[in-house]
């Protein structure tokens, strides 16, 4: 089992940046791959960024691609998204998941999660 905390989240406006983070802990030993969804309000949750554990190669949605980055530390066990070019529709809460198995980008693909951190964007 792993456990995960998400924290960063906040209010910000449009064109800014914010960086989340997210602490793995549990069977942190066993995990394959990580990444970040979101969910706005009556929408479905999203993918938006992953990265495999081991060699750091990293995945997009294209909705972010060129503005979000995504990055580990494995040392400490932490995952990163640092977000810039901050848009309106950028707003969600913003969900760390993490993999023991072979990474696929999908929701259904992770079966560990956090509780999510929220992400305001104002105009």
């Known amino acids: 089992q792993v456990q995960l905390v998400e924290s960063g989240g906040g209010l910000v406006q449009a064109g800014g940046s914010l960086r989340l983070s997210c602490a793995a802990s549990?069977?942190?030993?066993?995990?394959?791959?990580m990444g970040w969804f979101r969910q706005a309000p009556g929408k479905e949750r999203e993918f938006v960024g992953a990265i495999t554990w081991s060699s750091g190669r990293t995945y997009y949605a294209d909705s972010v691609k060129g503005r979000f980055a995504i990055s580990r530390d494995n040392t400490k066990n932490t995952l990163y998204l640092e977000m810039n070019t901050l848009k309106p529709e950028d707003t969600a809460v913003y969900y760390c998941?993490?993999?023991?198995?072979?990474?696929?980008?999908?929701?259904?693909?992770?079966?560990?999660w956090g509780q999510g951190t929220q992400v305001t964007v104002s105009s």
């Open positions: 549990g069977r942190t030993v066993s995990t394959t791959g």
């Open positions: 998941a993490a993999t023991s198995g072979i990474l696929r980008l999908s929701e259904s693909g992770f079966p560990y």
